[in-house]
């Protein structure tokens, strides 16, 4: 079945560096793909997503790409702050099919002073 | 809009007990989503209901896990003759429906089978 892989486990920044997150997909009818981020103690929070009819998707110091020729994309955070700790967890989904997502296994994301 | 409510938060059985556990979507949210959260497997999806009726629930271990909504006010995931292996945290997500995918998440109920 579909699978999605996140590459990087853990990755610590010192704050204001940037961070990025990898995640490949096998599922070559995946059309959606949003990024959560879930603290310590709590639940998913939704972040940000990008479609397949796009490439890019930026929100503020976020940003998406997809590479749907090499079955990739990746979170891009800029400027990194303490308070952007957490795990985040990418997803895929066909929507054509429910929209039920498939995740990767989180990236620990530490941001130092 | 106080976002997904699942009740209880955090529910101890016994095993061969019992469990149901309560999810009240977002008001006017037509699709309900269940998945299943444990440091071995990671985030699971169990399974899926549009405007009350079952869609996907292809993730839902076949024997002993049911799902039902009988209202768009809430759904119910009962788990019977509970195993050790049951114990997770189950999330409950909404979201508003065809072509908006965002789902919402709610704060998830833990689950321990002893």
């Known amino acids: 079945g579909e699978k999605v892989e996140q590459h990087e486990s853990t990755l610590s920044v010192r704050e204001g560096d940037s961070a990025v997150i990898n995640c490949t997909y096998t599922?070559?009818?995946?059309?959606?793909f949003p990024w959560y981020k879930q603290e310590a103690g709590k639940s998913l929070h939704f972040v940000i997503d990008i479609r397949s009819n796009v490439d890019r998707k930026q929100s503020q110091r976020l940003t998406v790409l997809l590479d749907k020729k090499a079955k990739r994309f990746s979170l891009h955070i800029t400027a990194t702050q303490p308070e952007d700790s957490a795990i985040y967890f990418c997803?895929?989904?066909?929507?054509?099919?429910?929209?039920?997502?498939?995740f990767g296994q989180g990236t620990i994301l530490k941001v130092y002073l | 809009n106080a976002g997904v409510i699942q009740t209880p938060r955090h529910k101890v059985t016994g095993k061969g007990q019992e469990a149901t556990l309560w999810c009240e979507p977002i008001s006017g949210h037509s699709a309900v989503f269940w998945y299943r959260q444990t440091i071995v497997q990671g985030l699971e999806f169990l399974t899926y209901?549009?405007?009350?009726?079952?869609?996907?629930d292809s993730g839902m271990p076949k024997e002993r896990f049911s799902a039902q909504m009988p209202n768009q006010s809430h759904s119910t995931l009962k788990i019977q003759s509970t195993q050790p292996q049951d114990s997770a945290v189950y999330l409950c997500a909404s979201s508003s429906g065809l072509g908006v995918y965002e789902q919402y998440f709610g704060p998830g109920t833990r689950l321990t089978v002893l």
């Open positions: 997803a895929a989904s066909r929507t054509s099919s429910g929209q039920k997502l498939v």
């Open positions: 209901f549009r405007n009350q009726a079952p869609i996907d």
């Open positions: 599922d070559t009818a995946s059309s959606y």
